[in-house]
């Protein structure tokens, strides 16, 4: 039941409070516990790939002209969530979509889609932060249940490129861009 699911939450998120950062990956339907921990954050961060069928999520857009038309239940969700969180504590819940896998090229696609997020933003306010580019490190670095802020002098599995300099690049300025004290940690190994 949704009593019983709130309660493991609410146990869960008390023994984790002394924390500095909990991470709660919500499931993309709207359950109690998602709207739950929506209203907890202090960061929400929305990560989604370059294509409408995502952006649906966020919102809708009329299928010929694709013009922004409103916002989605998801949006709509985070909008309430920011709203109760405000009424009750006085505190904002700050909120950023990520792009995500974006393709290596300018494609005609992309950039429609970056005009409707520019556009939801605006409109619902999140702001869109920095996203990872589809690259093959990560691929790479998969099988052996690593990232690339874990690659070091002693931790190299995979040969060197440039491409793994610009992928730390773009892994730091995510960070950056969440505001997060963790940069600097995360990103020390060279």
Known sequence: SDEEALARFAEAFDAAEASDYILIDTPGGDTAVSRAAHGM???????????????DMLGVVDPVT???????LYSETVW???????????????WVVLRNRLAPTE????RR?????????????????PGLRDRVIYRELFPFGLTIADLSPTIRPVAMSLQHVAARQE????VGSLGLDVGDELMAAQ
Do not use: C, Y
């Not at 309430?80 to 700050?94: F, L, P, T, V």
């Not at 494609?107 to 992309?110: E, K, L, Q, S, Y």
């Open 41 to 55: 954050a202090d960061l929400i961060v929305t990560p989604m790939n370059d294509s409408f069928v995502d952006f």
């Open 171 to 174: 892994l730091r300025a995510l």
């Open 66 to 72: 694709l013009d922004l038309k409103r916002p989605s």
């Open 80 to 94: 309430n969530s920011r709203k109760i969180r405000a009424a009750a504590s006085g505190k904002s819940i700050d």
């Open 113 to 129: 889609v970056d005009e409707r997020v520019q556009a939801l933003s605006r409109r619902v306010g999140f702001r869109v932060g």
């Open 107 to 110: 494609a005609r696609n992309r």
